[in-house]
C-alpha cells in the first residue's frame, strides 16, 4: 500500500486544480480522511481478523461501494454544516476515497483488493504496479525498506498529482485573468 502520508496526495491535488471556493479546507479534510480511512482495516488485523479474509486489509474498506457510502456520508455531513452543494462535495469525496484502493492496486505486494465487494471477494492489482508496497511492520519502514516506498510514491504519486494539479490552477488563472 501506500502511505498514509501519500494517500492525501489526490485530493490535495483536485483542491489544487478547482475554484478555492469550491474545495474548502473542511471539504479537503474529508477528502484526506476518505484517502485514509481504508486503511483503518489494520486495526482489524490486529484484533485477530485474517488479512485474506473479506474484511481484512484491502478487502471490503477498499472496494468502491466503501468509497460511496464514506463519501454519501461525510459529504450529507459537510454540505449541510457548510451550506455547500451535495454533489460536488460527493463527487470531490468520492474520487479522494477512490483513489486509495486504486493506488493500492499499482503496489509491487499484499493481496489485491477486493474493489467490488460484496458482489466480488476476488483481489485485484493493475497491470502497472511501480510503486512499492509499504511495509505493515514500523520499524520495517523506518529503514531501507521505508526509503525505497517514499520514493516510489514520490516518483509515482506526488509528482504526476502536483503536476496535473499545478496544471489545473495555472489554467484556472490564465482562464479568470482572459
Given amino acids: 500500500m501506500p502511505t498514509i502520508i501519500t494517500h492525501p ?3 490535495i491535488a483536485i483542491a489544487l486544480a478547482v ?3 469550491l474545495a474548502t479546507f473542511w471539504l479537503l479534510a474529508c477528502g484526506i480522511l476518505a484517502s485514509i480511512a481504508p ?9 485477530g481478523v485474517p488479512y485474506a479474509s473479506e474484511f481484512g486489509h484491502r478487502g471490503a474498506s477498499h472496494s468502491i461501494l466503501f468509497s460511496a457510502a464514506l463519501a454519501g456520508l461525510l459529504a450529507l455531513v459537510y454540505a449541510k454544516a457548510a451550506g455547500k452543494r451535495f454533489i460536488w462535495s460527493f463527487l470531490f469525496i468520492f474520487a479522494a476515497g477512490l483513489s486509495h484502493p486504486l493506488l493500492d492496486m499499482c503496489t509491487d505486494g499484499g493481496l489485491g483488493v477486493a474493489l467490488f465487494w460484496p458482489l466480488s471477494e476476488q483481489r485485484y492489482f493493475a497491470d502497472f504496479r511501480p510503486i512499492a508496497v509499504s511495509p505493515l511492520n514500523l520499524s520495517r519502514f523506518f529503514g ?3 526509503l525505497a516506498v517514499l520514493r516510489s510514491e514520490l516518483i509515482w504519486v506526488w509528482l504526476p498529482a502536483m503536476t496535473l494539479g499545478l496544471c489545473g490552477f495555472l489554467y484556472r488563472i490564465k482562464r479568470n485573468a482572459a
Avoid: Q, T
Fill in 144 to 146: 531501507s525498506a521505508g
Fill in 19 to 21: 475554484r478555492r471556493n
Fill in 39 to 47: 486503511d483503518f482495516d489494520v486495526a482489524l488485523h490486529r484484533l
Fill in 9 to 11: 496526495a489526490v485530493p
